[in-house]
């Protein structure tokens, strides 16, 4: 069964360093989503991505924040300046559709400690 | 404003009892519903979910849930649990966007 993957599994990184974290959505699928999780709390929305463009944002995902699809395959996000409250759990999803109805697929996540 | 409410954080239940876990909404229009179960170092997986008509959805391991607009709910359920149901489960929601909006989740142990 086709799934989302995400690499590394764990990244840890000094506060003010640059990470990208990378994701390889399902390969027929079109619109890509970040999620967050800071531990003990909820599963938020930071951004969804279609045709090399941000559809939506939230107001967590600043100027520190972007997304790229580099090439035909991995769909990264990037950290330019980390901040200890940067530390979580990161989740990428894909869906086939952007309607609200559609499912969307959940990676392992990738967990970023910011030292 | 637009969020979930899962009012349980920790639930145990012991090996081949039923199960309930609550979840509440609150949101202008009806819903797309969606509960996600995410096992320890797993991603989240979809159990099912709930977008118009029948109100009782059947999704994946026996899960089922409950649509009940008069009370904004949207329930899961599972008359026998199993030792492997042991993880978080989420309930969430989305609208005209297609971005989710997840509840805190509840913790299910399973005791043998």
């Known amino acids: 069964e086709p799934e989302v993957t995400q690499t590394p599994s764990h990244q840890v990184t000094q506060m003010g360093q640059e990470v990208i974290l990378r994701c390889v959505p399902i390969s027929n699928h079109l619109y890509f989503y970040w999620y967050r999780q800071i531990l003990g709390q909820k599963v938020e929305f930071l951004v969804s991505?279609?045709?090399?463009?941000?559809?939506?944002k939230s107001e967590i995902f600043d100027d520190q924040f972007s997304v790229e699809r580099p090439d035909g395959s991995n769909f990264t996000l990037k950290i330019r300046s980390t901040k200890l409250e940067d530390s979580a759990m990161y989740f990428c999803a894909s869906s086939e559709d952007l309607q609200g109805a559609d499912t969307q697929y959940f990676g392992p996540g990738t967990r970023l400690t910011v030292l | 404003a637009q969020s979930v409410t899962q009012p349980d954080i920790h639930i145990t239940v012991s090996e081949g009892a039923s199960l309930e876990l609550r979840c509440n909404y609150s949101?202008?229009?009806?819903?797309?519903l969606f509960w996600y179960v995410q096992s320890p170092g797993q991603g989240l997986q979809l159990l099912l979910k709930y977008f118009s008509g029948d109100t009782l959805v059947q999704g994946i391991k026996g899960f089922e849930a409950e649509f009940k607009r008069s009370q904004s709910s949207f329930n899961l359920r599972k008359p026998s649990v199993h030792w492997s149901d042991a993880a978080e489960y989420f309930c969430?929601?989305?609208?005209?966007?297609?971005?989710?909006?997840f509840g805190t989740g509840t913790r299910l142990q399973v005791t043998l």
């Open positions: 949101y202008g229009a009806t819903p797309y």
């Open positions: 991505f279609y045709n090399n463009e941000i559809s939506e």
């Open positions: 969430a929601f989305t609208g005209t966007a297609s971005k989710l909006t």
